[in-house]
């Protein structure tokens, strides 16, 4: 039980006779008089009376106050102080500090015990304070609390509290809830830190890699600048991979060991060709045995029908350029940086001018990618290489020409978007990937030719019916799922930009599918089965670049005319079925 403080010493009647002694009171107490018609004095800060004035005035009793300071430590139990939310309350511990600035009230409100007026005080200002905190704000509270008492406060009973100094905690049942919240905002503190530190280290790592990136990426320029355009062969290439991985060599020397094998096997074969042809040549004495050793150079060059394009081995390595399959068509390009030619042989009244609204044509290569295909991707790639570079050259004709190239097996990919040839284009590339799907083919068309056409008229150009150019080297068996999707493509009354369809095969391609897909008799070919497959698909290519170039250049002369040459050595696929 807190013990009581009494602020009333001490009570005494004046004494009134001349006789009587002098009243006494200590510094710390104040004297308070009474008449007796109950009116309250304090006399000069509360000092007694002397005898005299004992004698003089009508004071009945005197009252002497305590007007000390006094400090206590209390712990409020009594009240619980709510936090934010009222689910929780402090708990306080406040030193105070009192004193008595008026005795009178003291003795009008007879104030025997000085303790529940201050802390009744203390309890309703500090259950007001609190509620305006959260639970874990408990410092903030007190520093609340200092400052409403900073300056004293004085209560009508005539107290004055001048210090106050409070320490609020959680309840016990909160104070797992406060840690919690405290490591919460720890973590949360740390982890905002550790968030702008990994930012920090992002861009440092970003700015490092683009660096390194950059000198990666001039390196490589230096190096292909320094080679130029001279060719390089399978051999320099393995060569320059093993110098940076040479822990691949045991694989690469075998896969090159491989590639001169088959190299060496084909050369073989083409010597062994034109060792038959030339004995064949003496022997039904076309020519004499003198006269061959004249011929070779010539005749040799000239095996297979025109002359042969730009050899392998003088061109850059294409086929390890690896192209982005896509199943999508792509949109059809313009015609090149500088335009068509305005003018050809400008002196000769008979050549006409060439503008796009003469008509352009589109042509689409399709080749077989299928599985089988393999052991000739490389002449398939080296053979699309040689067509860009011949259309490159031949300016008069390739600037009336569109060019697309795709590679078809299980789905179609684009090798090549519908454009002008123009310098700076990237050559096509093929590979071999999954079994063979005609229906995708034609499928692929119907959804690339309307599109493409229409793009084109809305540039400006007057387009002419597409070609399309098809090269099969396998079999896709005796289903007749592409008869559907064909028949659309080539239906004019229903396909507006129903195609003409050059056809070619090579290997185990089916003669009735080759003469089923050309549109015309005259447009099916089919390589015979003695003739190498090697040298089935050079021909192709040579005859194709012939037929490109002789149709762009009978465009730009004004006479819309369809080259259709077909291959060296490949018969018409009617006549085989």
């Known amino acids: 039980?807190?013990?009581?403080?009494?602020?009333?010493?001490?009570?005494?009647?004046?004494?009134?006779?001349?006789?009587?002694?002098?009243?006494?009171?200590?510094?710390?107490?104040?004297?308070?008089?009474?008449?007796?018609?109950?009116?309250?004095?304090?006399?000069?800060?509360g000092r007694p009376l002397s005898r005299w004035e004992q004698v003089a005035t009508s004071y009945r009793f005197r009252y002497d106050v305590d007007i000390s300071d006094h400090r206590r430590t209390v712990e409020l139990r009594s009240t619980p102080f709510r936090a934010r939310g009222n689910r929780w309350h402090f708990e306080a511990t406040v030193e105070v500090g009192f004193r008595v600035h008026d005795p009178a009230e003291i003795v009008k409100r007879n104030v025997k015990d000085a303790l529940p007026i201050v802390y009744g005080y203390l309890r309703?200002?500090?259950?007001?304070?609190?509620?305006?905190?959260?639970?874990?704000?408990?410092?903030?509270?007190?520093?609340?609390?200092?400052?409403?008492f900073s300056g004293g406060r004085r209560l009508p009973e005539g107290i004055t509290i001048f210090h106050v100094a409070p320490r609020l905690r959680p309840e016990a049942k909160a104070i797992g809830h406060v840690a919690e919240r405290t490591e919460m905002r720890d973590r949360y503190d740390t982890n905002e830190n550790q968030h702008e530190l990994n930012k920090q280290e992002a861009v440092h790592q970003g700015e490092l890699a683009q660096l390194t990136q950059e000198a990666r990426l001039a390196a490589e320029g230096r190096e292909l600048a320094a080679i130029g355009s001279a060719g390089m062969s399978a051999k320099h290439i393995v060569l320059?991979?093993?110098?940076?991985?040479?822990?691949?060599?045991e694989r690469a020397l075998g896969l090159l060991m491989a590639h001169e094998q088959a190299v060496s096997q084909r050369l073989d074969a083409d010597n062994q060709h034109s060792m038959e042809f030339f004995q064949f040549l003496v022997d039904k004495k076309i020519v004499r045995p003198d006269q061959v050793e004249l011929m070779v150079p010539g005749l040799v060059s000239r095996i297979g029908g025109a002359a042969t394009s730009t050899p392998v081995a003088a061109r850059p390595a294409i086929w390890s350029q690896h192209p982005a399959l896509s199943d999508q068509a792509a949109q059809p390009g313009d015609l090149g940086a500088g335009g068509p030619p305005a003018t050809l042989m400008k002196q000769d009244p008979q050549s006409r001018v060439w503008r796009p609204v003469d008509g352009v044509q589109p042509i689409y290569?399709?080749?077989?990618?299928?599985?089988?295909?393999?052991?000739?991707?490389?002449?398939?790639?080296?053979?699309?290489?040689?067509?860009?570079?011949?259309l490159l050259e031949a300016k008069d004709a390739s600037s009336a020409v569109l060019l697309s190239m795709l590679g078809f097996a299980d789905q179609v990919a684009t090798r090549l978007p519908l454009k002008a040839v123009n310098q700076g284009g990237q050559p096509p590339w093929?590979?071999?990937?999954?079994?063979?799907?005609?229906a995708s083919v034609f499928e692929a068309l119907l959804d690339r030719i309307g599109p493409d056409v229409e793009a084109l008229k809305a540039q400006g150009y007057t387009v002419l019916r597409p070609v399309v150019h098809l090269l099969a080297g396998s079999d896709p068996g005796n289903g007749a799922e592409w008869a559907v999707p064909y028949r659309r493509l080539i239906d004019s009354s229903t396909h507006r930009y129903a195609p003409n369809i050059v056809a070619c095969g090579f290997g185990t391609a089916p003669a009735r599918l080759i003469a089923e897909i050309a549109t015309r008799p005259q447009s099916g070919h089919l390589a015979p089965?003695?003739?190498?497959?090697?040298?089935?698909?050079?021909?192709?290519?040579?005859?194709?670049?012939?037929?490109i170039i002789a149709t762009g250049r009978s465009l730009v002369k004004g006479r819309a005319e369809l080259a259709m040459e077909p291959p060296a050595g490949f018969r018409l696929a009617h006549e085989v079925v």
Not at 377 to 385: I, N
Request: glycine letters at 2%; proline letters at 7%; one cysteine or more.
């Open 1 to 45: 039980m807190t013990q009581p403080l009494p602020l009333i010493l001490r009570v005494e009647p004046v004494q009134r006779r001349l006789r009587s002694s002098n009243a006494t009171a200590a510094p710390y107490e104040a004297s308070v008089y009474v008449t007796a018609d109950r009116k309250v004095a304090v006399v000069d800060d």
């Open 124 to 148: 309703q200002r500090l259950a007001e304070i609190t509620p305006t905190y959260d639970i874990q704000e408990a410092a903030e509270a007190e520093d609340n609390i200092i400052r409403e």
């Open 240 to 249: 320059m991979h093993l110098a940076r991985h040479p822990q691949d060599t």
């Open 365 to 390: 290569v399709l080749v077989d990618e299928s599985t089988e295909m393999g052991p000739y991707v490389s002449d398939l790639s080296d053979g699309a290489y040689g067509l860009y570079q011949q």
């Open 430 to 438: 093929f590979t071999a990937r999954g079994p063979v799907s005609y």
């Open 529 to 547: 089965p003695h003739l190498d497959p090697h040298q089935a698909i050079e021909c192709y290519w040579q005859a194709l670049a012939r037929n």
